[in-house]
């Protein structure tokens, strides 16, 4: 495809997460992938950073794509999920030619009395334990090509819907059990038939059928509600807000992530957020994003020392005070992501100034939206940061949603502590 025709299309694209599907002027199908933000990972393609990091394969490919489809999903593990799907519908020859059994995994639900989820490789489906019923009569959903992404997808399925896992017919001593990954099913903490049905979700969704498990749950919230069941419609109302908030920061991987050069640079961004009650139990949060991906042991919580009452603005400056004063023992960030509006850039950059902080350190400020369906980002002129991660929302609200996710933990941590007697830390 010739570079100005690329860019028209590209430009067209959304910013969200989705399934690109490269085609020939036949239409055929050559090639399919998937993405946290469709316009910037399709951009890499045309642009030659993909030429440069996988060699003359790829130049092909661009050479004989004519057109790009794309198909939009609500998140990055449901392109996941599409992403298989399409290869095994299609079975493009980019992502099929020069592969052999070993690069695909499959998930399979098996067929048992309360059947569990494996991720298993192709090249093992010939082995004694997969020649029994249980296997052979089960469902596979497949082919995948990354099993590290496949056990961080299935991580937040079971979160969603509950299976047991353990070959054991039984939840003694099970610690998933105890912290509600496996619903009980042997030990009668739940019916034969609410399991089945949790499983029959996770069918639909890894077909891709989100839309028919939340009309199903909405049905069941207000039948179970009609009846007076409010335990179990609260069941079904965590499952709607859980399938229609799925957080998978995890599985935004290097290649899917707009923050460029990875092979060459090494890109850090750090998001901080403030969590309270009316003013008490002030807290903050800041998490740590290296080339796209949560680097949790660099993760840090505050609490706040020097602002009384309910101030946001001089909560933020306190802890970015402190930050910059770890600069040398914790690393410079590629950039800092306060979590506000434009007060908090208007704080920011002041306080870059009365640091002297280097202008190689970006500051960003982000927001959600009115629509809530996007962010809104403000700048600073003095401290700029690269356009990529400035039009890189999937990873701005992903780390946006991380920062609030480790404030708020750590927040009712704190007023737990001090409700149950042993006092504020």
């Avoid at 003359?56 to 489809?69: A, F, G, H, N």
């Avoid at 093992?124 to 496949?150: L, N």
């Avoid at 290097?254 to 890109?267: A, G, Y």
């Avoid at 003013?279 to 740590?288: E, I, Q, T």
């Amino acid at each position: 495809m010739k570079k100005e025709r690329a860019k028209n299309i590209i430009k067209e694209l959304p910013r969200e997460p989705g399934v690109y599907l490269y085609k020939s002027d036949k239409d055929e199908v050559l090639y399919v992938g998937k993405a946290t933000s469709l316009r910037s990972r399709v951009g890499q393609y045309f642009s030659g950073q993909e030429e440069k990091s996988r060699g003359y394969r790829m130049k092909l490919l661009t050479d004989q794509t004519q057109d790009i489809e794309v198909r939009q999903t609500d998140s990055v593990l449901e392109a996941l999920i599409l992403e298989a799907e399409l290869i095994k519908k299609f079975q493009p020859k980019y992502n099929i030619d020069g592969k052999d059994d070993k690069s695909y995994s499959y998930f399979v639900i098996t067929k048992e009395e309360f059947p569990r989820v494996e991720v298993v490789r192709e090249t093992d489906f010939v082995k004694e334990k997969f020649k029994k019923p249980e296997y052979t009569r089960g469902k596979k959903f497949g082919p995948y090509t990354s099993q590290d992404q496949m056990y961080l997808a299935l991580k937040i399925i079971r979160k969603i819907f509950p299976f047991h896992v353990r070959k054991e017919r039984s939840e003694k001593g099970c610690l998933d059990h105890q912290i509600g990954l496996c619903p009980g099913p042997f030990a009668g903490k739940i019916s034969s038939a609410d399991y089945k049905r949790n499983m029959r979700n996770i069918s639909l969704f890894l077909t891709g059928h989100k839309g028919k498990i939340l009309r199903s749950l909405e049905v069941e919230m207000r039948r179970h509600a009609k009846m007076e069941e409010f335990e179990e419609a609260e069941i079904c109302k965590k499952q709607i807000y859980a399938l229609t908030h799925i957080n998978d920061v995890a599985l935004i991987s290097r290649k899917d992530s707009l923050l460029p050069n990875f092979d060459r640079t090494v890109t850090r961004l750090e998001a901080y957020d403030i969590s309270h009650l009316d003013g008490d139990f002030m807290v903050a949060s800041m998490v740590v994003f290296v080339n796209g991906e949560p680097q949790k042991k660099s993760y840090r919580k505050f609490k706040i020392k020097a602002v009384e009452g309910i101030n946001d603005v001089a909560a933020m400056r306190e802890v970015i005070a402190r930050r910059l004063g770890h600069l040398d023992d914790w690393g410079a960030p590629t950039a800092i992501i306060l979590d506000g509006g434009q007060g908090h850039i208007n704080m920011g950059e002041k306080l870059f100034e009365g640091f002297d902080v280097p202008k190689t350190i970006g500051l960003l400020s982000v927001a959600k939206g009115p629509t809530r369906k996007k962010v809104d980002v403000y700048q600073t002129t003095k401290y700029p940061v690269a356009r990529e991660i400035v039009e890189d929302e999937i990873t701005l609200e992903a780390l946006r949603e991380e920062a609030h996710r480790f404030a708020i933990t750590f927040h009712k941590q704190l007023r737990s502590k001090s409700y149950a007697g042993i006092g504020y830390l």
